[in-house]
């Protein structure tokens, strides 16, 4: 049986992307827990998730009830390429060395020194502090899983019934993986390769941000969305071309760079 490659791709791009919040989510209640209230750090993260539940269950109905399939497509499209693209700039900084990478043990220590610093506040028989973090820490980072989540699995299911189904699946299977793993290992997951699948989805949200935008582009046409040639297989072509440009960009600062190192000396 042959995966259709629209679907390989929305369970990779959910899986990679969820990993990625879930792992900082993790970061922050860990800190909270040694540092502060497991009790707290826990209640607050659990809060977090029910009003997660209830944000996505309001979005998806609102989406699929008040808005035609073409223009989904066109919102949807559009807002994952806004996002891809920011994922895949911080990815770029970080691989020419403009920006710092990623380092969850930074992020954990200055977690661990800010629960230190924190005055005591009790009220309702917790932690107010860890249970604030906590809660702001993982609906935060679990509003980036919803808003990719729904997207991905809304944009899907015009092609595949399954879509939203698939993605809420790979969302809560690296949401499992990455608690399984912070458990066992009891610190911060740093030696997940972070920076390297936010490239990664930063890649598949372009990728598949342009792909549904420009099927969405029929709305204002004939009102239904448009087709690219060779159908779901054009993916692949998106792919290699974000992937191209990408590379190149990382480039430029480099060669930007020897350049002014060869006026510098020339003067």
Known sequence: MTIPAATLGLATGTFLASAVEFVEAFTIVLAMGLTRSWRAAILGTAAALAALIMVTAFAGFALINWVSQSLLQLVIGTLLLIFGLQWLRKAILRSAHLQALHNEEEIFSHEQQAARLAGREVHLGLDWFAFVVS???????GLEVVFIVITFGLAATRKDPNGMLIACASAALAGVLVIIAGIIAHRPLSSVPENTMKYAVGLLLSTFGTFWAVEGLGYFASGASLEWPGGD????????AWFILSQLATKVPQLRAVGQTIEGSES
């Open 135 to 141: 809660f702001k820490g993982v609906f935060l980072e």
């Open 233 to 240: 297989w054009a993916i692949l072509g998106l792919l290699c």
